[in-house]
């Protein structure tokens, strides 16, 4: 596994962590809160935004206008169901969420919310690292590289994976900050 294929793997993670953060609610509308919901369409868990145009109007307005008019019950229940804590209001054409402003005690439950999102991206940079490690370890081990080289790829690893878990803590301030923001 080279350097590259290790960054690679850790910007997805970091990309994963990042719209895992833009689905928490911070008191204004924003379509990517609806990116995780999924709609059962024929009996196939089918993603929200394949079905239907989102979009804000305004500041505490979602509007979803589905392509088939036959999937707006479906729709309307995925929402309803869904731990996001919303409200849809279906008129026949088009189903609205007004998103209601933030308490302070939920603010903080999604802050918890995005450190535990945060963690997991952290993990997972990690579980990355210690791969690699060990396949730089295996090597030295085969007698295909010397002690020093490991030694040198082993930091250079880590140094890498500091920087993303660094990238990662970046995101979550940047979301707290938005969440607490009243």
């Known amino acids: 596994m080279t350097l590259k294929e290790i960054e690679s793997n850790m910007i997805k993670s970091v990309d994963s962590a990042q719209r895992t953060f833009n689905s928490i609610r911070t008191g204004r509308a924003n379509p990517s809160l609806l990116d995780r919901l999924k709609v059962e369409y024929y009996g196939t868990e089918t993603p929200l935004k394949s079905l239907a145009t989102i979009s804000t109007p305004d500041s505490q307005t979602i509007s979803i206008q589905p ?15 869904s731990d996001l804590g919303l409200t849809p209001n279906n008129d026949g054409k088009m189903i609205r969420i007004n998103v209601p402003p933030l308490t302070e005690e939920r603010r903080k439950e999604f802050c918890k919310l995005a450190s535990k999102y945060a963690e997991e991206g952290k993990v997972a ?44 803590e970046q995101l979550l301030s940047e979301k707290e900050t938005e969440i607490l923001k009243v």
Do not use: H, M, W
């Open 125 to 168: 940079l990690r579980n990355i690292r210690r791969d690699a490690i060990d396949k730089v370890k295996k090597t030295e081990k085969e007698g295909s590289t010397s002690e020093d080289q490991s030694r040198d790829e082993q930091e250079k690893i880590q140094t890498l994976t500091n920087k993303f878990i660094s990238k990662i």
């Open 67 to 81: 392509f088939d008019l036959n999937t707006l019950p479906l729709i309307e229940k995925a929402i309803a169901t």
